[in-house]
């Protein structure tokens, strides 16, 4: 009997060993493969709450694979220096894996094809650093910056589809994410939008106080604004009290999203009827992609279908899909709501 | 003949410090063709509204400027003014973290950080005869360093009260406006009108002399660096309270305007007078410029040609010398000032 027991307890053992097994195994995602290898994520400068949630989403979406040993984070803090050397020390350690925010853009790319011929699987993203993929590294996870233009486009067409006047605030001159998004805009809007930004558009370097300066010069200017066109909303919530002082509503709104921003809407719609509020996603997930195609190419997975972060739609005052406009007043306001990882872990990544 | 007495020494009006300086007619004349240019050219600049959103940022350069000023007239130069500005924004938006009863602690916390922060730059370059520029700038990668620490370089949504205070209105006026009046009349009293005021601009003038002469050279030129920083840490809880969510590193566009409103003020690189008044008009000249600028909605490349151009006009003012009668000026303001150091 007791021999008998002691097999039952053994084969209700392996049984659910063999249980517990495959479901681990079905919560391994398909882009991590059986090999095990070290991750690093280098990013050209990690000094904002952007780049924490970000940071924070690559290295959750690493801790989903097992087959990663080892995950290490460098901050390039600005410095392309730095961001060079970070790159250089990883490949010369042998770490497998590279993921690179490369800010500084082509100037990296020599460290990054070092480090590809080396050995290591080199995956830039979201900042385009030139080169070629197969040859000076392994896969660029682009995003696609045209295809905001054409959300915002399509929405500025339904609330104004007689036409109207559109300004376009984005960063330091001539960044190549805002000229995207302008050429997104014009497959979409004919010659009834008339941008009345200086070409190709306002210059706030993302900086709220300049585009503070920037807006009031602007609305004084123009006594006619329809849609402001922004690809960084949450720096918008310093300037738009400016219209207050002009005794004007602030006026339709596309840009991306933010939970400072998202709560500056909830306090004041009443007080401005003109205000409406679309967002694409701010794109912390461009991030995850990247993650995924470096482990898979490192671990022997199999890599995933998209080649190109595509930021979705996220909020819509005006149809409420796929979302509302969305408040967490009690979570810091310098949070993205569209991201995959939730408010509360965002708040830990941001205030630690 | 006896009805006329013809005076042997020069009429009181020669040495009295109300002449009014060539960097005051410069300045307030740039100013004026501007206001005119921009009646002409782009009216919507000096459109009410327009000023009332522009003329808070002219408040808070012109006391960053006045500050620099301070240190100018020692001879030095103070190249911590972006992370004194930075590290007030920091701990007022950090500290208090949207808890308007947190404010107050924070904002002494703050001014007791550029105390300590001029106490040292002051030792280093008074005391330990260190150049300016290399005691500063080391100061400001020290400073910068706390800035990460308290802030990890993040912003943080600055607190109801402080957003009241210093990005508020009455009568129309930014708050801010009127700070910077406050300092700009008390910096104007103290330095003209007091003993410690004129000490402190002879010292400035011919430190030498002043030695000889028995001031305490160094205490005074510490008290520059000191003055200099409580003045940048004003400046920058004013920017956490105008915009809503200031970045960490708010300072670092405000430290090349600091040195070019002092410039073009009038006071000398070299040290000596001061020019508390033309200062602030400079910043605010340099602030309209940049707002006629936008108006005019010429591209962003000529914005800031437009802007370098001025400048350096208006430096390029002081470094002509005509050959008679602004000679004569120079000759004149040169025996006022060194009659008000002999005086101080």
Known sequence: MKLSYRKGQMAVASVMLAVMGSAAMADVPSWCGPNEASLALVDGFGGNSWRLVTTASGQAEAALCPSITDYQYADGQGNTQKAISDIKSFAARGTKAIVVFGDAGPAVLPALKAAYEAGSVVVPYRVDVGGEAGKDYTKFIGSSFKDDGVSWGNWIKSILPDGGNVLFLSGPAGNSQGLDELAGMKTVLDDKYVFINPEPFDVTNWDPSLTQQVLSAEIAKNEKIDVIVSDFGPSLVGALPVFKKFNRSIPAIATSDGNSLGCFWTDNVKDNPDFKLFTVATGNDNVRLAVQWAVAAATGGTPPTDEIFKAPVFEDSVSGSPSAVQCRPDLPGSIYLSATMSGDDQAKAVNK | ?344
């Open chain 2, 1 to 344: 003949m006896t009805a006329s007495p013809h005076p042997t020494k020069p009429t009181p009006a020669l040495v009295s410090p109300f002449v009014v300086a060539k960097g005051f007619i410069t300045v307030v004349a740039a100013s004026l063709l501007l206001i005119v240019l921009c009646l002409v050219f782009a009216p919507s600049s000096v459109a009410q509204g327009a000023l009332a959103g522009s003329l808070p940022f002219a408040a808070v350069l012109a006391i960053v400027g006045l500050g620099q000023m301070l240190v100018v007239q020692q001879g030095g130069f103070d190249l911590s003014v972006a992370g004194g500005v930075s590290l007030a924004v920091v701990i007022s938006t950090h500290y208090p973290a949207g808890d308007s009863a947190l404010l107050l602690p924070a904002v002494l916390m703050a001014y007791g950080c550029a105390i300590a922060a001029g106490v040292v730059n002051g030792w280093l370059v008074g005391f330990a005869r260190l150049n300016a520029i290399v005691a500063t700038i080391g100061m400001n990668a020290l400073i910068y360093g706390a800035v990460f620490a308290v802030s990890g370089g993040v912003p943080k949504i600055t607190t109801p009260l402080l957003a009241e205070i210093a990005g508020g209105d009455s009568f129309g006026v930014g708050h801010a406006v009127y700070f910077a009046g406050a300092i700009l009349i008390i910096v104007a009293f103290v330095m003209k009108k007091t003993i410690a005021g004129r000490r402190f601009e002879a010292i400035g003038a011919n430190p030498l002399a002043a030695a000889a002469i028995g001031l305490n050279v160094r205490r005074h030129q510490m008290m520059a660096y000191v003055l200099a920083q409580l003045l940048y840490c004003t400046a920058g809880l004013l920017i956490a309270g105008i915009t809503s969510q200031p970045t960490a590193f708010q300072g670092d566009s405000l430290l090349l305007p600091s040195v070019a409103v002092v410039v073009l003020g009038g006071t000398s690189l070299l040290g000596g007078r001061g020019f508390p008044i033309s200062t602030v008009i400079a910043a605010l000249f340099l602030n309209q410029l940049s707002q006629f600028a936008f108006a005019v909605g010429v591209p962003y490349s000529a914005q800031t040609i437009i802007q370098a151009l001025a400048l350096g006009f208006g430096i390029g003012i002081y470094a002509i010398r005509g050959p008679s009668f602004a000679n004569k000026i120079n000759k004149l303001s040169t025996r006022e000032e060194d009659n008000e150091a002999i005086v101080s």
